[in-house]
């Protein structure tokens, strides 16, 4: 189950979302040329990840900023940039151009910090703009909750898409992840759940004082959880490939 979009386009064109969205896909296509090169991929990694033990030890603090912009493999910046697509309109849309970058780096460095918190001495290296994303998420479920998301639904060989709103969705996401935290060894599990979970809850409070401005619970009932733009909406063509029915 994963989102594919949400049906509150932006009242303005989101700069630094695109901006960022670019950053990530060139960087990934440098280091994925590495991928013959084994050595000079980890040195990159060396170079420009996060190393929570290295951060323990008061070094290499720089990686808690670079490591944003690094992914280790396709479906990994795939998946990321789709969640940052979807949801950092509305928030650029909300914040502005330059509030909205640094609350989005303010997101992923807090989150990195989390990660750090949670594993102090692990050397494993930490890559990914999960951790920005997840603030940006957070700070969505607190100011639209009620916005529509539509997600797709995979099971076996079952495919269908369904509507719901973005607190219900985001609020599962969030669960695993505390869940995933807790159960799952990060030195064998590959993904830095405490850095979404990190994430998430800083987006979240780094919005609180956008919400109460204007107006809290208000302005929910304002804007009904919505953002502050018409609902797209969506529908699927038919198909021109002719039913085929089988013979008795």
């Known amino acids: 189950m994963f989102p594919i979009r949400d049906h ?5 064109t989101p700069y630094v979302t695109y901006t960022l969205i670019a950053i990530n896909v060139a960087v990934f296509l440098y280091s994925w040329q590495l991928d013959a090169q084994p050595a000079k991929l980890a040195a990159f990694y060396s170079d420009w990840a996060l190393f929570p033990d290295r951060i323990s ?40 151009h330059v509030g909205y ?22 050397g494993i290296p ?3 703009a999960s951790g920005a994303i997840a603030a940006v998420m957070g700070g969505y479920l607190l100011l639209y909750p009620r916005a529509k998301v ?5 099971f076996i060989v079952f495919f269908k898409i369904f509507t719901i709103p973005a607190w219900v969705m985001l609020g ?50 304002r804007t009904e959880g919505h953002p502050p733009h018409p609902d797209a909406t969506y529908r699927f063509a038919r198909t021109s490939v002719p ?3 089988r013979r008795k």
């Open 172 to 221: 599962i996401w969030f669960a695993l992840q505390l869940f995933n935290g807790v159960s799952i060894d990060a030195a064998t599990g590959g993904v830095a759940y405490w850095a979404h979970a990190g994430g998430f809850i800083i987006g979240f409070v780094l919005c609180l004082p956008i919400w109460m401005r204007r107006g809290a619970r208000g302005f929910w009932q």
């Open 101 to 122: 970058l640094l609350f989005y780096l303010a997101g992923g460095l807090g989150a990195g910090l989390a990660q750090v918190i949670a594993e102090p001495s692990s």
């Open 57 to 96: 030890a008061g070094q290499d603090f720089g990686g808690l900023f670079t490591s944003m912009f690094l992914h280790g493999g396709v479906m990994h910046i795939l998946g990321n940039m789709l969640f940052l697509w979807i949801f950092g309109d509305n928030l650029e849309d909300c914040m502005g």
């Open 150 to 154: 539509d997600i797709l639904f995979i």
């Open 8 to 12: 509150n386009p932006s009242g303005r």
């Open 126 to 128: 930490t890559v990914g």
């Open 243 to 245: 039913k085929v029915r």
